[in-house]
C-alpha cells in the first residue's frame, strides 16, 4: 500500500525558511492528477496553499504568493513534491499535510508535519 511520508518542519523564526518534502513509499502513485500542500490551524478548517497539475502548472494561496514555492521530483520508483517556505511569518504556523490526487481513486494524505514560526 503506498503511503505519503513528510519530513521538514520544524520551529523557525520568522523571516526564515523551511523545506518540507513528501515522498510515496512502496511504489509511484499511478494516474496522478494533482499533487498539493494543505495546512491547518488549531481551530480552523484545513486550507489548500499551493497545488501542481502532473503538467507543471502551479497555483498558490494569495497569502504565500511569492514566498513559497512546490516542485516536484520523480523517479521510477517514487514520487516526491516539496515546498520550499521563505520570508515564514507567525501566520504561517499549522500542520502542513502533503496530498496526491489519482484520476478515479481517493486521495492520497501524508500524515503531516508541523511548522512553527516564532521568535
Known amino acids: 500500500q503506498v503511503q505519503l511520508v513528510e519530513s521538514g518542519g520544524g520551529l523557525v523564526q520568522p523571516g526564515g525558511s523551511l523545506r518540507l518534502s513528501c515522498t510515496t513509499s512502496?511504489?509511484?502513485?499511478?494516474?496522478?492528477?494533482?499533487m498539493g500542500w494543505y495546512r491547518q490551524s488549531p481551530g480552523k478548517q484545513r486550507e489548500w496553499v499551493a497545488l501542481?497539475?502532473?503538467?507543471?502548472?502551479?497555483?498558490?494561496t494569495d497569502s504565500v504568493k511569492g514566498r513559497f514555492t512546490i516542485s516536484r521530483d520523480r523517479d521510477n520508483a517514487k514520487d516526491t513534491i516539496y515546498l520550499q517556505m521563505n520570508s515564514l511569518k507567525p501566520e504561517d504556523t499549522a500542520v502542513y499535510y502533503c496530498?496526491?490526487?489519482?484520476?478515479?481513486?481517493?486521495?492520497?494524505w501524508g500524515q503531516g508535519t508541523q511548522v512553527t514560526v516564532s521568535s
Open positions: 501542481m497539475s502532473t503538467v507543471g502548472v502551479t497555483t498558490y
Open positions: 496530498n496526491m490526487r489519482p484520476r478515479g481513486r481517493q486521495d492520497y
Open positions: 512502496g511504489s509511484r502513485i499511478p494516474n496522478l492528477l494533482a
